[in-house]
């Protein structure tokens, strides 16, 4: 099983399909593309948050301003393991935007429910104060809301999510269910997604997505 993980590993790594489709994404958008960093320098950008693991491995990467915005793009492969459950190899892009307004914002979580158990038991346990919170919304017209996501965070930001997720917010994100989960933290947001295949549309979707959240958050905290 542990070579026919590092087999898989080395052909993603290396797959010309996958760095062309994030080298036309950074062409399109003016952003500077690194094909590999160095995590040794003080300068690398780093992004984090739930699709990180202690083996991943980050390639193809964007980094620039868009929109006003300065944002960082990865290219990430990763492990999901978690004591109890099969352990799997995931392929993401995972998009960082720093909020221009926010400052040590608490950790809030909304995900798709289409994680594995795996997944959501590893976030659990590294930030043991996450519960599964509901929107106070209405019921019935965002039950494609509450059907599709899952919000995580301490029960102490119930009013500041209230306050970020209104009516509109939560109605925008029933309506399109996009299959990005984004994580608020600090003064950043991350916005990721599994990548079955090499997709310049679905960066695309990914940074119009995440401009529009970072906007909506901005807004809330002017």
């Known amino acids: ?6 087999g ?8 010309p399909l996958w760095r ?3 080298v036309s994404f950074a062409k399109e958008h003016k952003l500077v593309y690194f094909r590999n960093i160095d995590h040794g320098k003080e300068s690398t950008p780093v992004i984090r948050g ?6 991943q491995i980050d ?12 944002i960082t793009l990865a290219d990430r492969i990763s492990e999901t393991h978690f004591e109890g459950y099969e352990t ?11 909020l221009k307004r926010a400052h040590n914002l608490p950790f809030i979580f909304v995900g798709t429910k289409q994680q594995t158990k795996a997944y959501y038991a590893g976030l659990l346990t590294s930030k043991r104060q996450l519960h599964h919170l509901m929107l106070e919304t209405d019921a019935e017209k965002h039950s494609s809301f509450h059907g599709h996501y ?6 102490a930001n119930s009013r500041l999510i209230s306050e970020l997720f209104d009516q509109d917010m939560v109605n925008a994100m029933g309506e399109h269910l996009y299959p990005f989960a984004v994580e608020i933290e600090n003064d950043s947001i991350i916005v990721s997604t599994e990548a079955h295949k090499p997709s310049q549309q679905l960066l695309n979707k990914l940074l119009h997505y995440g401009l529009w959240f970072a906007k909506e958050i901005d807004k809330k905290l002017n």
Request: contains cysteine; aromatic residues 8%; proline residues 4%.
């Open 8 to 15: 898989w590993i080395t052909s993603h790594m290396g797959s």
């Open 150 to 155: 899952v919000v995580l965070s301490s029960p």
């Open 50 to 55: 739930s699709t990180s693991s202690p083996k």
């Open 20 to 22: 062309r489709a994030v």
């Open 59 to 70: 390639t193809n990467i964007c980094v620039g301003t868009h929109a006003d915005y300065d």
């Open 1 to 6: 099983m542990l070579k026919l993980r590092k």
């Open 88 to 98: 799997s190899l995931h392929r993401w892009y995972v998009l960082q935007i720093d």
